[in-house]
């Protein structure tokens, strides 16, 4: 299993700031994921994080828009920037062990 | 990619009441994986299939995957209050990722 922390957990901001989510882990892990769910809908991923190198982005999803950081095995960081209000959700930190997703609880995002 | 279609939606059943969600494909599927999201939590696996035709019980849920490997169905019995939340169905891992249906939330009437 994995143990999963993110801060901050909600969090209201103005359009136009930035807000850096952070994500930590219990053991070392390869790949990071993170995940978007805005209200009432599923999960969509936005991009994978590895260690060393560039986030991998899935389509519609931007590195200028949500830059990523993956210092270490442990650790890792999603910056939702230049924020709107469409951009309103829920930010999840994942990892898989065994086949199985972990997430970690969630930073709600509400950006007015 | 693969995707997958969960039915329904929604779900609003009394307590003590079955209650069954479905997650189909137009595809063959490598194996399903379902997920149960409480109300203000994050998604928990609950179980994966991989074997046509496999059924598997946890307590009062039962999940089956179809013969041909296109369908699941997530099927609870005799609902609780703590049966509550949104169950999903999920593809994958694939190279670490999980491609998510829908989802269908249920609310549970004591």
């Known amino acids: 299993s994995a143990v999963i922390s993110q801060k901050p957990s909600r969090d209201i901001c103005q359009r136009g700031t930035s807000l850096t989510i952070q994500c930590q882990v219990d053991?070392?892990?390869?790949?990071m994921f993170w995940y978007r769910q805005q209200p009432g809908q599923s999960l969509t991923l936005i991009a994978t994080?590895?260690?060393?190198?560039?986030?991998?982005?899935e389509s519609g999803f931007v590195i200028d828009k949500f830059p990523i950081s993956r210092p270490n095995l442990t650790f890792s960081t999603l910056t939702v920037s230049n924020m709107s209000p469409e951009d309103s959700s829920i930010y999840l930190c994942?990892?898989?062990?065994?086949?199985?997703?972990?997430f970690g609880p969630g930073t709600r995002l509400t950006v007015t | 990619g693969q995707q997958v279609m969960q039915i329904p939606q929604y779900q609003h059943v009394q307590e003590g009441e079955d209650f069954t969600t479905y997650c189909n494909s137009s595809?063959?599927?490598?194996?399903i994986q379902w997920y149960k999201q409480r109300p203000g939590g994050h998604p928990v696996f609950l179980i994966q299939?991989?074997?046509?035709?496999e059924v598997k019980k946890q307590k009062r849920l039962t999940f089956q995957f179809g013969e041909a490997k296109k369908n699941s169905s997530l099927h609870i019995t005799a609902t609780q209050t703590t049966d509550v939340g949104t169950y999903f169905c999920?593809?994958?891992?694939?190279?670490?990722?999980?491609?998510f249906g829908d989802g269908t939330t249920l609310t549970v009437k004591p």
């Open positions: 994942s990892v898989e062990n065994n086949s199985e997703q972990y």
């Open positions: 053991s070392q892990v390869t790949m």
């Open positions: 994080a590895n260690q060393g190198s560039e986030a991998t982005y």
């Open positions: 595809t063959t599927l490598s194996n």
């Open positions: 299939l991989v074997k046509s035709g």
């Open positions: 999920a593809l994958g891992p694939n190279a670490g990722k999980s491609t």
